[in-house]
């Protein structure tokens, strides 16, 4: 089943956004014959064509599951679903349990990727788009990552831990900044690099800041304490991975699992939220992290190092890292207005900052 390896698609005009290679479907339908499963009907769900992933809806004999082809490395990939199995099994976390093969297996290796089923939570809905919900994503992030700590990875998987890596992704921040500014200065006469020069240098001045706060805090003594101590955080959750479901609030695609520390989803999640509202909300940002710190208490270290990775750039280095791709494309008027809204944004996560710098010091 494994002469040859699973790789990116192309995605066409004459393709759909649902769309997998027949080849893909062949190898999935022989997957599932390893599962005592009678197969009534299957959907594509979501597709990830740049890495050659694919998640399916399955219809069983024995209720709905998902079916999903892995996009990363084998070992990388039994580093999550040993992660999945210890959350359903040792903690009893809300998160899809994992359906095991006729001879007991996890999951099946083909075209050179992981494949494995897991239970379909029915019915699962996001969570409201106001505090209220926000506040309820940041208490079930609290309870995923209280119940990921202890977990040790299977003997033949990869570690995944993004623990010691923060000043390196802070330093590459700071150094990408001059990337941005040579890219606009290349091409100054596209529409939007003039905007780029004018707000770059003092992107990067905060990003050197921040990493200067950053080898200054107690971040090293923190990652001393070691994976296990810390557990693993979900990398990428928002309001579509983490639903309301039967008992509660359920996580689901874990399959980008990684030991960290754990403030580093709140602070994407916060970020992310901010960045949606056009404004740094000092009532949701405090609402928030008090709903995650009542699940997950956070130390006084912890709430230091939450502020610091706050204020990097975060916003600004995620959208404007496009222009290393594709600089014709990218520096049109759209980036123009994008930047003045980034510019915008920030200006008010200064004072929001100030205001709850000292929250946990009382």
């Not at 080849?23 to 009534?40: C, K, Q």
């Not at 956070?298 to 496009?322: G, H, V």
């Amino acid at each position: 089943m494994d002469n040859f390896a699973i790789g990116p698609w192309d995605e066409d005009e004459l393709t759909h956004e649902f769309f997998v290679p027949d080849y893909i479907e062949t190898l999935a339908d022989e997957v599932l014959t390893n599962y005592d499963l009678h197969v009534d009907s299957r959907q594509v769900i979501t597709t990830k064509p740049d890495k050659g992933g694919a998640i399916w809806k399955i219809e069983t004999n024995s209720g709905p599951k998902s079916l999903k082809l892995l996009h990363r490395r084998p070992t990388r990939s039994m580093f999550s679903l040993g992660a999945q199995k210890y959350l359903v099994e040792v903690q009893g976390a809300r998160v899809p349990a994992i359906i095991k093969t006729k001879n007991g297996q996890e999951f099946i290796e083909a075209g050179g990727k992981l494949w494995f089923v897991a239970e379909w939570i029915e019915p699962l809905a996001p969570v409201t788009k106001d505090l209220e919900g926000a506040k309820q994503l940041c208490y079930a992030l609290g309870e995923f990552h209280q119940l990921s700590k202890g977990y040790i990875p299977p003997s033949q998987a990869e570690v995944a831990s993004r623990l010691a890596k923060w000043p390196k992704s802070y330093e590459k921040i700071v150094m990408k900044m001059d990337w941005f500014r040579n890219i606009a200065n290349a091409y100054e006469e596209m529409p939007a690099s003039q905007s780029l020069l004018n707000v770059v240098d003092s992107f990067q001045e905060q990003a050197r800041k921040s990493l200067v706060d950053l080898n200054q805090s107690s971040y090293l003594s923190l990652v001393e304490k070691g994976n296990e101590n810390w557990g693993l955080v979900h990398q990428d959750y928002g309001w579509s991975n983490g639903q309301m479901g039967p008992n509660g609030m359920w996580i689901i695609d874990l399959d980008g699992v990684a030991y960290d520390l754990p403030i580093r989803d709140l602070r994407k999640l916060i970020s992310g939220t901010m960045a949606d509202l056009y404004l740094w909300d000092v009532t949701w940002v405090r609402e928030m992290i008090s709903a995650y710190h009542e699940a997950s208490p956070l130390t006084p270290e912890l709430y230091d190092l939450l502020m610091i990775d706050f204020s990097l750039p975060n916003e600004f280095y995620k959208n404007i890292k496009e222009v290393l791709y594709g600089p014709e494309l990218f520096l049109n008027e759209t980036t123009t207005q994008l930047i003045k809204t980034i510019v915008d944004t920030d200006q008010s996560k200064w004072p929001t900052l100030n205001e709850i710098q000292n929250d946990w010091r009382k």
